[in-house]
């Protein structure tokens, strides 16, 4: 076979680095079913004027890193429902006040910013002749070395330059699909490429039907977490 010809690399000043500023509000589990009581109990305990003015005091803090954070407060009041039901009789400033008890910001790219992967964005509009659009993927890991899949866009043009597109100051995880069909099969086969297989994750998947929805999924691994002598990790 011949030689292939060899491909001239130009190395872009360019640099992608951690950033402890960008962050996400996640649910904060607060250690156990005692601990969370005393928490609603407390807010319980709170005048409408006191809610009113804590919530307006996380409004402050929170809104200049997070667009419309009072969702993910409703988000995860709405976890904590499938445990006290009747929370949903509460006003909705006081639910948020305790969603917001409940919320905890995580930040994704604190510890490092890797692994870039690139496609053609499906956007190809408004370039100049010769130019492309693209899709770049980064590994992201914040705190706890919890992975993430962040996102860049940016264009290549005629001359090989690239520009990237300014990245916003807020950052929202992807909504799951509540409506998506899994395929049993397909699903044990990535449990298994991952490493997650474990007997909990069998039990669960074994009293799902087939196909499932990611909320079946989520109702069965929180019955089967519950259940006296269930397996762990869970």
Request: proline fraction near 7%; hydrophobic fraction near 40%.
């Amino acid at each position: 076979m011949p030689t292939p010809a060899p491909i001239a690399v130009t190395r872009h000043p360019i640099r992608f680095e951690a950033n402890d500023r960008r962050v996400i509000p996640r649910f904060f589990g607060v250690g156990g079913d005692a601990r969370m009581q005393k928490i609603l109990d407390r807010v319980h305990t709170l005048s409408d004027a006191d809610v009113e003015q804590l919530l307006a005091e996380v409004y402050d803090d929170f809104r200049p890193r997070h667009r419309r954070v009072e969702l993910a407060f409703d988000r995860h009041f709405g976890y904590l429902l499938r445990k006290v039901p009747q929370l949903a009789e509460l006003p909705e400033n006081r639910r948020r006040l305790i969603g917001a008890y409940f919320t905890m910001e995580y930040t994704i790219e604190s510890a490092a910013l890797f692994n870039p992967s690139v496609v053609p964005h499906p956007d190809q509009t408004n370039l100049a002749n010769g130019a492309l659009r693209f899709i770049m993927s980064l590994r992201a890991t914040g705190e706890g070395h919890v992975s993430s899949i962040v996102f860049r866009t940016g264009v290549v043009d005629v001359n090989g330059s690239v520009s990237f597109e300014h990245s916003s100051q807020y950052v929202a995880k992807m909504r799951v699909d509540a409506d998506q069909k899994f395929d049993k099969h397909l699903f044990f086969l990535k449990l298994i490429e991952m490493g997650a297989y474990a007997d909990a994750a069998r039990i669960v998947l074994g009293e799902l039907p087939d196909p499932f929805t990611y909320d079946q999924l989520d109702a069965k691994a929180h019955e089967v977490k519950h259940r006296p002598g269930s397996p762990r990790p869970f």
